[in-house]
């Protein structure tokens, strides 16, 4: 499982950002490695989430919610699902707007990104979180 944050950078996530780029890269890696050794019967399905409702992110700030908002376990559990059935390999949730990040990403100047982060509220969402209520 990676995350929308497997290909964006979001501050004060810099520590879970660099662990879901690591799931990223392994798995491109690991893939290519199935290729070059023909082990085609090998399928791999990597899933970027947004922020899902668990409580794990509890209190971010999200800047636009009506075209990202923060998703239920049970949708990605579903997702996950059909998408592994299907051998799908590059799985977004919310499917599109993610998927066209990444790309837009790739191929707009630095401080056009920086604006569509700012847009986003990417800079400020963690300025609000509270994580998980604590358990005695």
């Known amino acids: ?13 810099a520590d879970y950002c660099a662990s879901k780029y690591a799931v990223c890269g392994l798995e491109e890696a690991m893939f290519y490695e199935m290729e070059l050794y023909n082990n085609t019967g090998v399928q791999s399905t990597i899933i970027h989430p947004f922020f899902m409702n668990t409580g794990m992110f509890n209190g971010v700030s999200i800047g ?7 998703l239920e376990s049970h949708q ?15 799985v977004y949730a919310p499917g ?9 990403k790739t191929i707009i100047p630095a401080e056009a990104l920086t604006a569509l982060h700012r847009f ?17």
Do not use: H, W
């Open 120 to 136: 986003f509220g990417y800079d400020k969402q963690m300025l609000t979180y509270t994580g998980r209520e604590k358990v005695a």
């Open 96 to 104: 599109g707007l993610l998927r066209a990040l990444q790309i837009v």
């Open 76 to 90: 990605v559990m579903k997702l996950c699902m059909e998408s592994i059935l299907t051998n799908q390999r590059y």
């Open 64 to 70: 636009v919610p009506s075209i990202m908002p923060m």
């Open 1 to 13: 499982m990676a995350s929308a944050a497997g290909f964006v950078g979001v501050p004060d996530l």
